[in-house]
């Protein structure tokens, strides 16, 4: 454990304990219980994106137990796959693109959050910096979305961008809010983006051409 990279970005952990983040880590069931919603919703669907929310649950749940350079890799992983999945998800949706092209598209964006990310990551922003296009792209496709007759609840995409917006938030204010909540609001970061998952899943599972 002392030679890994440990993180200490949370506010809440304040030692190399193995529960020093116990809010922050428990808050991770909510990923796992949206996943088992989803697979209980739609069984005879298929399970990708469900799967997805729940390796990102397990991932983040171990990444705030042991902070190593291992599980935040695991971690930053499942949420890139995710948005992968779902890039793609919506470029065909919206666009009609092909599989490949869509692909492209999903890593371009992946290219563009990380360069925001970067470029941002030494400014009041943080490593938050990283979302802010995720939460830009979701009011974007719900633009778009208005001018879809064909689509189903399209407002999925509103709520989730509103409540993703919120997320953000909380996530940012986290390392600033220390010295007033010892437990920071990392946690919240957690729930409303377990609900943001949930909202853009049952998009996907109303609005998705796949089995």
Not at 144 to 170: C, D, G, M, Y
């Amino acid at each position: 454990m002392s030679q890994e990279k440990i993180f200490f970005n949370y506010c809440e952990r304040s030692s190399l304990d193995f529960f020093s983040e116990p809010l922050n880590s428990l808050t991770n069931f909510f990923f796992i219980l949206v996943s088992l919603i989803l697979l209980y919703q739609y069984p005879k669907r298929n399970k990708y994106i469900a799967l997805i929310i729940f390796f990102i649950g397990v991932a983040s749940f171990l990444f705030h137990t042991i902070p190593i350079s291992l599980f935040g890799l695991l971690d930053i992983f499942f949420i890139m796959t995710f948005i992968v999945f779902y890039i793609c998800f919506l470029m065909k949706l919206f666009f009609n693109y092909s599989l490949i092209s869509s692909i492209i598209y999903a890593h371009i964006f992946l290219i563009i959050c990380y360069i925001f990310g970067k470029i941002l990551d030494d400014t009041i922003l943080g490593t938050t910096a990283f979302y802010i296009p995720i939460v830009l792209v979701i009011y974007l496709f719900y633009f778009l979305s208005k001018k879809r007759q064909n689509l189903k609840n399209s407002n999925l995409i509103q709520i989730s961008a509103l409540v993703f917006s919120l997320s953000t938030l909380f996530r940012f204010l986290d390392i600033y809010l220390c010295s007033n909540i010892s437990i920071g609001t990392h946690f919240i970061w957690h729930i409303l983006n377990s609900l943001t998952l949930f909202l853009l899943a049952k998009f996907y599972y109303l609005n998705s051409t796949e089995p």
